[in-house]
């Protein structure tokens, strides 16, 4: 009986060994602290980095946004600045403008009296 307890006793102690050996090693705790510094919390942790990428990210799309509205924009500036008829009807249309002999009739349609079908 007492050889089948040392038996079950051994193993453990040579777990027990590699432990000491390996795991409670100084540099192996050394290096698993400095890991986890780096990854949590240095200023360029691993989390920061990745917060900024998506930032990044999100900008770089506002940019390509921008960008096309940029060029809509351009292509209608420049179609209402060459040909008079274009300017003469946005202004009647967003501005109200009218020729001397003109009349402006402006409707308002009242949205409670529609129907939802």
């Known amino acids: 009986m007492a050889n089948k307890l040392i038996k079950e006793i051994q193993p453990k102690s040579e777990v027990v060994k590699l432990l000491q050996k390996y795991i409670l ?3 192996f705790i050394t290096i698993c602290l400095f890991l986890v510094w780096m990854i ?3 200023k ?3 989390l920061v980095i990745n917060e900024l990428n998506g930032e990044i990210h999100k900008y770089e799309e506002q940019l390509q946004y921008y960008k096309t509205e940029y060029e809509k924009n351009d292509t209608f500036y420049k179609k209402l600045m060459n040909n008079k008829s274009e300017k003469e009807k946005y202004a ?3 501005y109200f403008m ?3 002999d003109e009349e ?3 409707l308002v349609v ?3 009296h529609i129907s939802k079908k």
Do not use: Q
Request: avoid cysteine; aromatic fraction near 24%.
């Open 25 to 27: 090693n100084r540099y």
């Open 98 to 100: 009218k020729k001397p």
């Open 110 to 112: 009242d949205s409670t």
């Open 104 to 106: 402006i009739f402006i």
């Open 92 to 94: 009647r249309e967003n």
């Open 44 to 46: 360029t942790s691993f």
């Open 40 to 42: 949590f919390f240095d």
